[in-house]
Nanobody
């Protein structure tokens, strides 16, 4: 499966961004999809993910500010990010879980104070 993420950019604190991720290829056996991020010097962490039954799960640091959604017809998931904080600055990755995890190329989000 191939994943193409887009929508990153620079924004001031309190602003919003919307990320998109389009899946293509062997999408028929995807069990779950989601968004992860990796800040400089830190480990990659889950931000918002869909479980196999479609339940959205959020990390504590973004709950109430970020919203994950999906459009099955377009094989696309989105991440609406509101009330952004400087600590949200990171490279955001889209991921799809089949028998293993497939990663998109990452999109940079920079939040200035």
């Amino acid at each position: 499966v191939q994943l193409q993420a887009s929508g990153g950019g620079s924004v001031q604190a309190g602003g919003s961004l919307r990320l998109s991720c389009v899946a293509s290829g062997a999408i028929f056996d995807i069990k779950g999809m989601g968004w992860y991020r990796e800040a400089p010097g830190q480990r990659r962490e889950a931000v918002a993910t869909f479980t196999v039954d479609g339940t959205a799960v959020y990390s504590a640091s973004v709950k109430g500010r970020f919203t994950i959604s999906g459009d099955n017809a377009k094989s696309t998931i989105y991440l609406q990010m509101d009330s952004l904080k400087p600590e949200d600055t990171a490279v955001y990755y889209c991921a799809a879980v089949r028998t293993a995890i497939s990663w998109g190329q990452g999109t940079l989000v920079t939040v200035s104070s």
